[in-house]
C-alpha cells in the first residue's frame, strides 16, 4: 500500500505539488495529466527519488524518509530515457548488476539473469552490447534490469514515450502480465483504459481520481 | 568500441585475473622487443592467440581505429630514426593494442570489474570505496557509445541546419546532452538502490 499525505514540494520558486493526499491499494494505477502537472514528481517520490518538503510517503508502512533503502528495495523504478537505465556494457551485465548487493553467487545470478532476460524476450541479446539494442529492446532491458530485482511496486515514468506504438504495445502488454503493483505515468489515454484507477493531475493537485472513462473524459476537456 | 564476444575458447574460459596477468607481462615484454624480427614474431604471437580463441576476423578492427596514428607514428620514425624503428616502434603499439583487444573481447566487464575490486581492496584502508572505483570504470566504458551517439545526433541536428564547422555550436549541444544524460544516469543509479549502504559493490 502506497500512503501519500499532504505532500507539498517546489523546485525553487516554482510549486509542482500542492498537498496531495491519496492512497494507493489498487495494483494498476495510471496517473495523467498536462505536461508540468506535477506526475513525474509525484512518481518520484514514491521511491525516495524525491523527498517531499512538506508531508510524508510511505510505501507498506516504510517512510521514503527514514526507510529509503528499504524502500527503494521494493519500489522499481522505469524511467522515459532506457538509455539513463543501462549502466552496463552488455545485456546480460546490466541485469546481474542490480542483483550484486544481493551477494547470489555467480551460477544464481546467471540463472536469475536468464530467466528475467527471457521473461521480457531479450534472451536472444544476453551477451550483446546495449547500445546496439533498438529503442524498444533498450526499454525492455531497463525494465528488466528492475525486475530481476523483484520490486514489490513498479513505478514507470512514460516509459513508451520515446517508442513507436509496436514496442510501446510490447512495453504495456509485459506491464499488464506483471505481478507487481504497477503506478504508470503515461500521456497515452489508450494504454490506461484497462487500468483500475486513474489519477489526473493539474497544477500540482489531483483533480480527478477514479475509473479510466470518467477521467480520461475530463482529461481530454481540461486539454482541449 | 570492443565488447566481450562469446565463446568457450581456452582464453574464454581463463580467468579475468590470469588474462590481466599474462597481459601485463605480455606488454613488459612487447616493449623489450627491439628488432623488426622480433617485432614481426610478436604481431604473427597476437594474431596467433585470436586464432585461437576463434576471433581471427576481429584482429583487424582492433588496430583499424588507430590507422591515422599510426602512419604518422611511423612516417615520422621513418625520417628521423629509420625503417627499422618504425617498424620496431609501431609493431610494439600494435602489438600492445591486439593483446589488450583480446582481453576484452574474451573477458566479461563484470569481471574485469571484479579483478579491478580485488586489486583495489588495500586501498580501503584508506578510505578508497574499491566498488565504486569499479563502479566508475564501468559508467566510462558505457559513457563511449551514448556520448558518441550524441555527437552524431548533434552533428546531423548541425548539418540539417547548414550550420556545418562552427566548433561552438557543435560543442555546446554535446555538452549540455552529456551533462544531461549524467542528471539522469546520477537519478536511475539512486532508483537502483545506488546510495544505499546495503548497495555499495564490494
Not at chain 2, 614481426?40 to 594474431?47: D, H, L, N, R, S
Request: hydrophobic share 50%; glycine share 8%; charged share 20%.
Amino acid at each position: 500500500m502506497i500512503e501519500v499525505s499532504d505532500v507539498s514540494h517546489a523546485y525553487g520558486d516554482r510549486t509542482v505539488l500542492r498537498s496531495v493526499s491519496v492512497t494507493l491499494t489498487e495494483d494498476r494505477v495510471a496517473i495523467i495529466g498536462p505536461n508540468g502537472s506535477g506526475k513525474s514528481t509525484f512518481a518520484r517520490l514514491l521511491n525516495g527519488l524525491v523527498l517531499p518538503q512538506r508531508g510524508d510517503v510511505r510505501v507498506d508502512g516504510l517512510s521514503t524518509r527514514t526507510d529509503a533503502a528499504a524502500v527503494r528495495r521494493r519500489v522499481g523504478f522505469v524511467f522515459t530515457d532506457p538509455d539513463a537505465q543501462i549502466v552496463m556494457p552488455t545485456v546480460a551485465e546490466d541485469v546481474a548488476f542490480g542483483l550484486r548487493p544481493l551477494r547470489l553467487g555467480r551460477d544464481m545470478t546467471r540463472q536469475r539473469v536468464r530467466a528475467a532476460l527471457a521473461a521480457v524476450g531479450l534472451q536472444a541479446f544476453t551477451d550483446q552490447p546495449a547500445h546496439v539494442l533498438s529503442s524498444g529492446e533498450k526499454q525492455l532491458l531497463a525494465l528488466c534490469s528492475v525486475l530481476v530485482t523483484e520490486p514489490r511496486v513498479l513505478v514507470c515514468d512514460e516509459p513508451t514515450t520515446l517508442l513507436d506504438r509496436r514496442n510501446s504495445r510490447r512495453i504495456m502488454q509485459l506491464l499488464a502480465g506483471l505481478s507487481q503493483q504497477v503506478v504508470l505515468v503515461t500521456h497515452d489515454v489508450d494504454a490506461v483504459t484497462d487500468y483500475e484507477r486513474v489519477l489526473l493531475f493539474d497544477e500540482g493537485r489531483i483533480v480527478a481520481d477514479g475509473l479510466p472513462a470518467g477521467v480520461v473524459s475530463r482529461y481530454l476537456a481540461l486539454t482541449a | 568500441m570492443n565488447t566481450f564476444q562469446p565463446g568457450t575458447s581456452w582464453l574464454h574460459r581463463l580467468p579475468a585475473g590470469a588474462k590481466l596477468a599474462g597481459v601485463l607481462v605480455a606488454l613488459a615484454v612487447t616493449i623489450a622487443l627491439d628488432s623488426p624480427v622480433q617485432v614481426t614474431a610478436g604481431c604473427a604471437g597476437a594474431v596467433l592467440l585470436f586464432a585461437s580463441a576463434g576471433l581471427l576476423p576481429a584482429a583487424p578492427a582492433q588496430v583499424w581505429p588507430m590507422r591515422w596514428l599510426l602512419a604518422a607514428l611511423t612516417a615520422f620514425q621513418v625520417l628521423t630514426a629509420g625503417w627499422a624503428a618504425a617498424v620496431v616502434v609501431t609493431g610494439r603499439i600494435v602489438v600492445a593494442v591486439l593483446l589488450a583487444g583480446l582481453v576484452t573481447l574474451t573477458t566479461r566487464v563484470v569481471e574485469l570489474l571484479e579483478v579491478f575490486e580485488r586489486v583495489l581492496r588495500p586501498l580501503r584502508r584508506l578510505g578508497i570505496d574499491p566498488g565504486r572505483v569499479s563502479l566508475v570504470l564501468a559508467l566510462a566504458i558505457r559513457a563511449v557509445p551514448v556520448v558518441a551517439g550524441f555527437a552524431t545526433e548533434v552533428h546531423d541536428a548541425q548539418r540539417a541546419r547548414g550550420l556545418r564547422g562552427s566548433p561552438r555550436a557543435y560543442a555546446v549541444p554535446l555538452v549540455v546532452r552529456s551533462l544531461r544524460h549524467a542528471d539522469a544516469l546520477g537519478e536511475a543509479l539512486a532508483a537502483r538502490g545506488l546510495d544505499d549502504p546495503v548497495a555499495v559493490l564490494e
